[in-house]
Each structure stands twice: as structure tokens, then as C-alpha cells.
């Protein structure tokens, strides 16, 4: 029975726990008075924790070939099995998992009780600063409260949201054993443009397909609901597109996003467009260019459009030139912001960036550079799409630990 030391009681680190707890004596050190105080935030507080779509294309990292290995279906299984036995009934919403309680609470809960019933010891109000490795041991604090142990799990994720615990110092302790931590920058995270007009439209939610244009290519491409606000944009799609941000503004990359305000109409002309905004005016005749758009756009964005392709509300679409009604169709169907910047850590869900998974062995979580030293979760350099992935990658990384510990 072997003495475990895990630096984290947040998801990886409890679920890592309650396997490796059937064989040895394990600790959990959790610097907050609570564990998992960013699971109970998740999802809204609904938390979402697990998504049927399991393809590896919504998981991302800087080695992502490192990926391969680590899923494969039986892991897939183990997730559904686990939180079956911690008795989650899942309400599922197009694959999206949540508790049926609807409460993040719920699943943070049943973790800890299952931890606390397998004698797991948690040490809340515990600051892991230092851990140094003496021959086969590993001394929790060398200078404070020198705890020995014979194996340790860093679980300490990533740096976003800082106030539930997670500001970082996860990557110090990496690196102290020498582990390459490759930068972290926000992800699924609100992005943030220059632009005059977003004071005019800040409260508008509409459906849209949003592109990102790095160097003016296309990049990715995302639908749904965005929510634009008058620091930029903000929206589940757009948290999806977020990671590639950072990292081309340091390279001093332009960033465009497109935003087509017209979803149903993406594979459409321009002149496609123009004919159907042609028939509807025939139809509204006299409409001026508000009524006419009125129905079609929400309120703040239609003035914005408006003044953006330099047409007067007063206006009406049939007496437009051509060229005029491709203009107003273009800030309709291919609005073009600038992308300055993302909100900071505080604002994100999620890191990119972590510790690189060239040094870990993703089938046990165990350092390939130091013998008993495991590291899971977001700690690491992997990164999930909005929906269910990321907390998956953390279940997954502490379940593949635990068994292994
Ligand atoms: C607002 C928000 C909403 C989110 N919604 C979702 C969602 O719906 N679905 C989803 O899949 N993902 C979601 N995420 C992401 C998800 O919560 C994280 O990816 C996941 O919690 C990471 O788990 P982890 O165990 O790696 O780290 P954490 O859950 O961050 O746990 C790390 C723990 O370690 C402790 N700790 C850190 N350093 C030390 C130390 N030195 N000593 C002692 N204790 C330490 C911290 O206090 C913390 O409790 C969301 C994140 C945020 C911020």
C-alpha cells in the first residue's frame, strides 16, 4: 500500500482518488476550504459534464499526435460506468450530459462523498507550495510541514478562473521536476475588438455562423448563438474559436472575424440574397429600409448595419444601385470586426497551453521524466471544445491515473 499525495481536490484530482483509494492511502491537499468549487460553477451551475460525441476533434493540444493514444473507447465506457456508481442519473440534451438534478452541486457532492467513503483524507485549507524528491520519496513542503510520501498526482489545473483555486502555481511545481509547460493563454473565452460601433450593439444575441480569418484566410468556422456586447463578441461558438487567438496576436497575425447575421442564407450568393431582399420589397412596398430590415435583423444590429454600409434608414431597397445593395448585403451576410485581444484568465473556461504532453505517458498520466510523479487535467497541454470536454478530459486523465496508481 503505497502512500499517494494528490496536489488538487478539483475533478481530476477526486476522481484519481477514488480508484487509486482501493489500493493505497491517499491524501488530497486542496487549498480552498471546499473541494471542486470550479465544478460547481460549470455549465452555469448546471455542469456539464460529459458528451456523447467522444471524436477526438474536439480535444486540442500543441502534441496533439500525444492524443492518439490516451482515448479509445473503453475509457469512454469507464466515464459513464464512474459517475453511474457515484449515482448520477445524467439528463441528456443532444448528447450534452448534466446531472438530472440540474445541479452542479450535485456532481462535486457524490466526488467527495465517494473520496471521504473510500478514506480518502482530504487536507482542505492546504497550500501546496514545494515538492522535492529525495531518492524514491517525495516531501510535501520541505520547509513547513515536510510530509513524505511515495507517489504524487499534480491535479492543480490551469490558471483560469483563478478565484476557485486553479492561479497556476500548478505549473511551478511541473516545472520544479523540470517539465517543459508550454504558455498558457485563455480559452473559451469572450474575444475583444476595436471597433466604434459596440456600444450601439452591446445586448444583442442573435444566430450566426461566425469565421475566423487568420492573415485573411478562413480558419475555423462556428454556428450558433453569439451574443455581442460592447467589448466585442461573446457566445458559446465564439468560446469555440477563442484558442486560436492569443497565440497569433503574439505572432503579430491579423485577425478578422466574419460574422454572417443571415445563418440559413450561408451557402447563398450575394446576388442569391439580393433577389430574395428584392421580392420582399416588392412586397413591402414603401417600406423604407428599417421597416423592411426590421423583421429580419434585431433592432441595435439593424442600425448598425445600416450605418456601417453608409445607407440611410429612410432609404428604400429598390431604389438602390446594384452595387449598393451588394454593399448592405455584404454587412449582413460578412460583417467584419477586427480581433484585438481575448478576455483575460479570470473571464476564461478553459487554458491552452499546460504541460507538454511529450513528457507524459497518456496511457498512466506518469511523468516519463520522473518516476511516481503523475500530472492530469487541464495542468496539462490539452484543451476541450465547449461542451462537456474538458471536465471529460479531466475524468478521463484521473481515471487512467487512479487505475494505474
Ligand atoms: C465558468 C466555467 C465554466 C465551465 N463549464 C464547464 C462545463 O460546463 N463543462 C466542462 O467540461 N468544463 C467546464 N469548465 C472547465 C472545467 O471546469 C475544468 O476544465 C476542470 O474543472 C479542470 O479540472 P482539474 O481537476 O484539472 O482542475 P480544477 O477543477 O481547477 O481543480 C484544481 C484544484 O486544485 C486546487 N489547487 C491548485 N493548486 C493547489 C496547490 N498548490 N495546493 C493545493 N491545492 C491546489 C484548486 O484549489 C482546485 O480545487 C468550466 C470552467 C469555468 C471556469
Not at 451576410?333 to 504541460?355: M, N, R, W, Y
Request: glycine share 8%; charged share 25%; hydrophobic share 35%.
Amino acid at each position: 500500500m503505497a502512500r499517494i499525495a494528490i496536489i488538487g481536490g478539483g475533478a481530476s484530482g477526486l476522481t484519481a482518488s477514488i480508484y487509486a483509494s482501493k489500493n493505497h492511502k491517499v491524501t488530497i491537499f486542496e487549498r480552498n476550504n471546499v473541494c471542486g468549487k470550479k465544478i460547481t460553477i460549470t455549465g452555469n451551475g448546471k455542469c456539464n459534464y460529459w458528451n456523447e460525441d467522444q471524436e477526438l476533434k474536439h480535444y486540442h493540444s500543441h502534441t496533439p499526435e500525444a492524443l492518439k493514444s490516451f482515448f479509445d473507447t473503453s475509457i469512454q465506457k469507464e466515464v459513464e460506468t464512474f459517475f453511474n456508481n457515484l449515482g448520477i442519473f445524467p439528463k441528456i440534451k443532444n448528447g450534452y450530459y448534466y446531472p438530472y438534478s440540474m445541479q452542479a452541486t450535485s456532481i462535486r457532492n457524490a466526488l467527495v462523498k465517494k473520496a471521504l467513503s473510500n478514506n480518502v483524507k482530504i487536507l482542505y485549507d492546504f497550500l501546496v507550495e514545494e515538492i522535492e524528491k529525495e531518492n524514491d520519496i517525495f516531501i510535501i513542503n520541505p520547509k513547513k510541514e515536510h510530509l513524505v510520501f511515495d507517489k504524487v498526482v499534480l491535479a492543480c489545473g490551469s490558471m483560469a478562473a483563478k478565484k476557485t483555486g486553479s492561479d497556476g502555481i500548478g505549473y511551478e511545481l511541473a516545472k520544479s521536476f523540470g517539465h517543459k509547460i508550454v504558455k498558457p493563454e485563455p480559452t473559451l473565452v469572450q474575444l475583444v475588438s476595436n471597433t466604434t460601433f459596440l456600444k450601439d450593439w452591446h445586448g444583442v444575441r442573435c444566430e450566426s455562423v461566425v469565421s475566423l480569418h487568420i492573415e485573411d484566410k478562413l480558419f475555423c468556422q462556428e454556428k450558433g448563438e453569439i451574443q455581442l456586447t460592447d467589448y466585442g463578441v461573446s457566445g458559446i461558438c465564439i468560446f469555440n474559436i477563442s484558442r486560436y487567438v492569443k497565440e497569433n496576436l503574439h505572432a503579430k497575425k491579423k485577425i478578422l472575424l466574419h460574422i454572417n447575421f443571415l445563418p440559413e442564407f450561408q451557402n447563398s450568393s450575394s446576388k442569391e440574397l439580393a433577389n430574395w431582399l428584392d421580392k420582399r420589397a416588392e412586397n413591402l412596398k414603401g417600406y423604407s429600409l428599417e421597416e423592411m430590415l426590421e423583421g429580419i435583423l434585431p433592432y441595435k444590429l439593424l442600425f448598425v448595419v445600416l450605418k456601417e454600409a453608409h445607407r440611410k434608414k429612410e432609404e428604400h431597397w429598390l431604389s438602390l444601385k446594384e452595387e449598393e445593395k451588394i454593399n448592405l448585403i455584404q454587412k449582413i451576410k460578412d460583417f467584419t470586426i477586427p480581433i484585438i485581444d481575448t478576455l483575460d484568465f479570470e473571464h476564461a473556461q478553459a487554458c491552452s497551453g499546460g504541460v507538454s504532453l511529450q513528457e507524459i505517458d497518456m496511457n498512466t498520466m506518469e511523468s516519463k521524466q520522473i518516476k511516481n510523479l503523475y500530472i492530469l487535467g487541464e495542468l496539462l497541454d490539452v484543451d476541450g471544445d465547449c461542451g462537456g470536454y474538458n471536465l471529460g478530459f479531466a475524468w478521463m486523465s484521473g481515471i487512467k491515473c487512479g487505475k494505474n496508481l
